[in-house]
């Protein structure tokens, strides 16, 4: 995809993240709602629209440019040497996560219980782990890609994937941004791949509105979990439903008659 286009597509998930409709951003921008709608299809946007867009985001320049470099063919994942080094050390993945949510050192120094002298060491564990690039003034980027997924069966899931869920699940789920519903319904095979494509939409919608919001200040951002499962399943009260039917014996009427 060219860059022109990559870069559409990027401004496109920042203002669906942000929750503007182009009529919402035509009055924004005090132009005609056909006319938004040109700019995104053409690609035509002049530096100073292209401003202007992004104030009304929240953003800079330098993000939208970090969604439109795209990503590569396929789930990206750490090496197992690079998740056994997380995995011995919760501190040291503690840390690892708060960098891949943008925050800086001076930011976690600030807000996180961890003396300079600690995190200093962790940065240089994760530099030496390939997981960060460090440079002067505690500055760190990522050396790896944002939307890496863990391994399955992986150290870091070995490790904490028991815990997390446990911990994610202890909860009534009735707060005013949370949300748990469970639904068992019969599909067919093609509904059934319908049905996990969105799902992955959404999980996908989630980690690009967490990129759009990467820049804001870490105080103004709250951590959240999402769980996504989809599977062939059946209650157990029906599994024994269907045994006890199996084995049950015929009604009088049409029992056999002896020989």
Same mark, same amino acid.
């Given at each position: ?38 700019? !995104? ?81 962790? !940065? ?21 890609? @944002? ?34 519903? !469970? ?14 494509? @969105?799902? /992955? ?50 009604? /009088? ?7």
């Amino acid at each position: 995809m060219p860059v022109r286009s990559r870069f559409v597509e990027a401004l496109k998930k920042a203002l669906r993240a942000r929750g503007f409709t182009y009529a919402q951003l035509a009055r924004r921008l005090d132009v005609s709602e056909p006319t938004v709608k040109r700019m !995104f299809s053409r690609g035509s946007f002049t530096l100073a629209r292209i401003e202007q867009i992004l104030r009304l985001l929240d953003l800079e320049l330098y993000d939208v440019a970090r969604m439109a470099r795209g990503r590569p063919e396929g789930p990206a994942e750490l090496t197992p040497e690079q998740e056994s080094v997380l995995a011995r050390d919760e501190r040291l993945l503690s840390v690892f996560w708060l960098l891949l949510n943008d925050w800086s050192f001076e930011e976690i120094l600030l807000e996180f219980a961890i003396a300079r002298a600690e995190l200093t060491l962790a !940065f240089a564990r994760l530099a030496r782990a390939r997981l960060i690039e460090w440079g002067p003034r505690e500055r760190a980027r990522l050396a790896v890609p @944002r939307d890496f997924q863990w391994r399955a069966g992986g150290p870091v899931k070995k490790a904490y994937g028991t815990r997390v869920m446990r911990e994610f699940l202890d909860s009534r789920f009735d707060g005013a941004a949370e949300l748990l519903r !469970f639904e068992a319904r019969e599909l067919s095979a093609d509904s059934a791949a319908v049905l996990r494509r @969105r799902l /992955e939409r959404v999980v996908a919608e989630f980690n690009e509105t967490a990129e759009v919001d990467a820049p804001l200040p870490g105080r103004r951002r709250q951590s959240f979990g999402l769980l996504v499962a989809c599977r062939p399943w059946e209650f157990s009260v029906m599994i024994a439903l269907k045994r006890r039917r199996a084995g049950a014996a015929q009604p /009088e009427g049409r029992r056999s008659k002896p020989a």
